[in-house]
């Protein structure tokens, strides 16, 4: 079992950045891990996803060049800095791990989920 804890989220300006934090404990070997978000009224949607190397990411084509995934193995901790927010990026933010496969980009592909993080961007 994984437990995840995602930290970070709050109320921004549009323009404005955060960093959302999530920190993996029950297993010693995390895989893949990945940000997933929703908004009121619409489906979870992916976000971005990164290797156990980190060599390899994935990211959503809304949020390509400002949104950088990282981690830090050593605390099973992934991190996600978001720049240049907008309205739409407003959202309950999720992390979760995948064991296979490569970044992977479906919900399906998942393994284990936190409870999510609230980010909210006024106009």
């Known amino acids: 079992q994984v437990q995840l804890v995602e930290s970070g989220g709050g109320l921004v300006q549009a323009g404005g950045s955060l960093r959302l934090s999530c920190a993996a404990s029950?297993?010693?070997?995390?895989?893949?891990m990945g940000w997933f978000r929703q908004a009121p009224g619409k489906e979870r949607e992916f976000v971005t996803a990164?290797?156990?190397?980190?060599?390899?990411?994935a990211y959503a084509d809304s949020v390509k060049g400002r949104f950088t995934i990282s981690r830090e193995n050593a605390k099973n901790t992934v991190y996600l800095r978001m720049n240049s927010l907008k309205p739409d990026d407003t959202a309950t933010y999720y992390c979760a791990v995948a064991q296979t496969g490569l970044v992977p980009t479906k919900q399906t592909e998942y393994d284990y989920w936190g409870q999510g993080t609230q980010v909210t961007v006024s106009s």
């Open positions: 029950g297993r010693t070997v995390i895989y893949n």
């Open positions: 990164i290797s156990r190397s980190g060599s390899n990411t």
